[in-house]
């Protein structure tokens, strides 16, 4: 039902346009420029005291990426684990944290949440890539504008239409592993009534490395938007997915070496459907004076089996949220100044249907998050800005029929704040130095399942973070940021929480004993050439550990001291491009063992390498041929362990090739 109406809007505003600007479309360009936006308030991201990547269309469009998280992986050096190379299961790491690393990055499409409240990671496999126009990565918390949640980074996709010429993609792919894929994507604008829209579709199945590892995704996305002449707008969207995969599960050691391919489990599978809608406007109040307002609702249906354990379950996960901010820019004193208040509102309710018949047949948990916050940007001289904000967010959590719990609901007030400075001495550097007080809620899968059937405190941190970007000479991009973190009460699976005696041990979801702390850096340094040649190296060293108590100087499992990733492309003749690349992570602790006496997860290295074709002969029509893992490594990007089974696997995607070939008009 969903496709046809998605359609239904493009065909809609597409007509508009068209019955608007008769034959000349090539006049829709007259909107405002696109600019690169960091946070909710339309900040330039030379203008945020902290580690801010963009890719542009130009950048995503030349990466080769297959999907949204190996865009990630490959142009912004994000750990990404795939778990089974399932686009579905991509969990995004960042800033040294291990398991359950997702819950501590927020992940926003068009100013829509992907976070869930249950422990499944945001589903990225719902933006297709060919409707993405923008990504930014803020690295590092950002709790004051974002909230709970935002604590080793922010990832905000956009796809909403900003304007431009009309412009339509069609590409197709097939590849190794019995891989196919379709993208269509549109968008433009109306010269005469400041209309502009953009929908895209995106198909893919896959065999899968794995036996018993196919899936196969559809995902849609639509949005309409209306630009007046004094700076205001308005827009609506609206979006679809439905998604099945296949569970091999994890593998023993010798599992993995003697047979990488094997899967662990011959039934287990889920299918999942995503619908979603929103709108969002940015109204003038006065010359110096605008209200921002987001809203969204979203659903979500999961139906899974785990055929080998006689166990399947269902659950529906509905959210809605409401979003208003002030944004006033007004001159204090003769000083420049931009002053940020607003209010999140947000409700997720969470509903369980078992259909094993175990202990919970039924169940349902509510979340109702309340905030609000304030941020101050000041300008003491023309290149020298301090910022300041404040938040203060309530989280209620309620369960209902669910045995085994000593308490059904609570609800915890926490504060966060953020101070930084920001100085540009020249044109293209910026050198900044920021201190934030973040938290995190815990999963409602994390609340069920405690030793004493208590709920769990939230955990907290501050954070220091410093660093300098630098764009010079012809091309020339440095960046480097050094941060250190501490935190209390931070939320783990812990296989040892308690001791039954004889020897025997449970685990349980538990608030760490001790504090952990985390330190380390990032680095890059980028060349590019249009026509030419281009280069980039990034690397990121982090130490995370525990800094008391039990575990006092043991490693954070899941978590590589050490990550480099290099690439390097050159135009061996007009519109034809040559690109290498290098990964290389190293090893790290097994997911689960806090004490570190389980041995670990060794590092790996892996080349990938593609040609592109974009003659200038043949305009608008782009092909590709690339090729990951070319060496055939052998390795896994996810492994823990567990009291029960030892050591697990999920092996990573060996060697692959993707051709893609795609028009443009």
């Known amino acids: 039902m969903k496709k046809p109406i998605l359609a239904a809007a493009a065909a809609a505003a597409f007509g508009a346009c068209a019955a608007q600007d008769g034959a000349q479309p090539a006049a829709a360009a007259e909107l405002p420029a696109v600019t690169v936006y960091a946070t909710r308030t339309e900040d330039s991201k030379d203008a945020v005291p902290a580690a801010v990547a963009v890719l542009t269309a130009e950048d995503i469009a030349s990466s080769g990426a297959r999907d949204l998280p190996d865009l990630l992986a490959k142009r912004a050096n994000l750990d990404v684990r795939t778990l089974n190379s399932n686009p579905l299961q991509a969990q995004i790491a960042m800033r040294g944290f291990g398991e359950n690393s997702f819950g501590r990055v927020k992940v926003l499409v068009d100013g829509e949440e992907l976070n869930n409240v249950d422990m499944e990671a945001p589903d990225l496999s719902r933006v297709p890539l060919a409707a993405v126009e923008r990504v930014e990565i803020l690295h590092g918390p950002s709790p004051v504008l974002y909230g709970d949640g935002a604590v080793a980074g922010v990832v905000s996709i956009e796809t909403a239409p900003r304007g431009g010429e009309p412009r339509t993609r069609v590409s197709a792919r097939a590849g190794s592993q019995s891989t196919f894929g379709v993208d269509a994507h549109t968008r433009g604008a109306c010269s005469t009534n400041g209309v502009g829209y953009s929908a895209g579709y995106g198909y893919v199945q896959s065999g899968g490395y794995r036996r018993r590892s196919a899936y196969d995704i559809h995902s849609a996305r639509a949005a309409v938007r209306k630009d007046f002449e004094n700076g205001s707008r308005i827009g609506v969207r609206a979006s679809y997915g439905n998604a099945f995969y296949e569970m091999p599960g994890p593998l023993t050691y010798a599992q993995w070496k003697d047979s990488a391919k094997s899967a662990w489990n011959d039934r287990d599978s889920a299918r999942i459907w995503n619908y979603g809608a929103g709108a969002d406007g940015k109204f003038r109040l006065a010359e110096d004076q605008w209200l921002y307002v ?15 354990y006689g166990y399947a379950n269902e659950y529906n996960l509905y959210g ?5 901010r002030y944004v006033n820019t007004m001159r204090v004193a003769g000083f420049d100044s931009k002053f940020t208040a607003g209010i999140d509102l947000r409700h997720d309710l969470y509903r369980v249907r078992d259909r094993s018949g175990y202990n919970n047949p039924r169940y349902r948990f509510n979340r109702l998050r309340q905030a609000f916050f304030a941020h101050e940007e000041f300008y003491i001289l023309e290149n020298l800005s301090a910022t300041a904000g404040a938040r203060l967010e309530h989280v209620a959590n309620r369960w209902k029929n669910y045995a085994g719990l000593r308490e059904n609901g609570d609800g915890d007030w926490t504060g966060d704040f953020e101070l930084g400075l920001l100085y540009r001495p020249v044109d293209g550097m910026k050198l900044y130095v920021r201190g934030t007080r973040f938290h995190r809620s815990a999963f409602c899968d994390e609340l069920n399942y405690t030793a004493d059937g208590r709920f769990l405190r939230p955990e907290t941190g501050t954070s220091l973070d410093a660093g300098a970007e630098y764009a010079f000479m012809d091309g020339f991009m440095l960046d480097f940021n050094a941060y250190g973190s501490v935190m209390d009460d931070e939320i783990f699976y812990n296989p040892y929480a308690r001791d039954f005696g004889g020897g025997a041990w449970g685990g349980y979801n538990a608030n760490s004993p001790s504090r952990t702390r985390r330190a380390g850096f990032d680095a890059g340094l980028s060349w590019r050439r249009e026509g030419c ?30 990550r480099i990733r290099a690439e390097a492309g050159v135009w061996i003749c007009e519109g034809v491009e040559v690109k290498c690349g290098f990964r290389y992570t190293g090893p790290q602790r097994l997911s689960g063992d806090y004490s570190n006496v389980h041995g670990g997860l060794a590092g790996f290295a892996t080349f990938d390498a593609g040609i592109y074709f974009s003659p200038e002969w043949a305009k608008g029509w782009k092909a590709s041929f690339a090729v990951d893992n070319i060496g055939d490594r052998r390795f896994c990007d996810f492994a823990g362990w567990s009291d029960y089974s030892g050591a697990y696997y999920y092996p990573a995607c060996g060697r692959s090739f993707l051709f893609t070939v795609g028009y443009e008009f």
């Not at 809203?295 to 249906?301: D, G, L, V």
């Not at 550990?545 to 043991?554: I, K, M």
């Open 533 to 562: 040649a281009e280069a980039s190296v990034r690397y990121s060293a982090v130490d995370a550990s525990f800094g008391e108590g039990q575990y006092h100087g043991r490693d954070v499992p899941l978590v590589p001291k050490h």
């Open 294 to 308: 987001d809203t969204s609702f979203s659903s979500r249906r999961r139906e899974a089996s785990w055929g080998a």
């Open 320 to 324: 809605a949220s409401l979003s208003p």
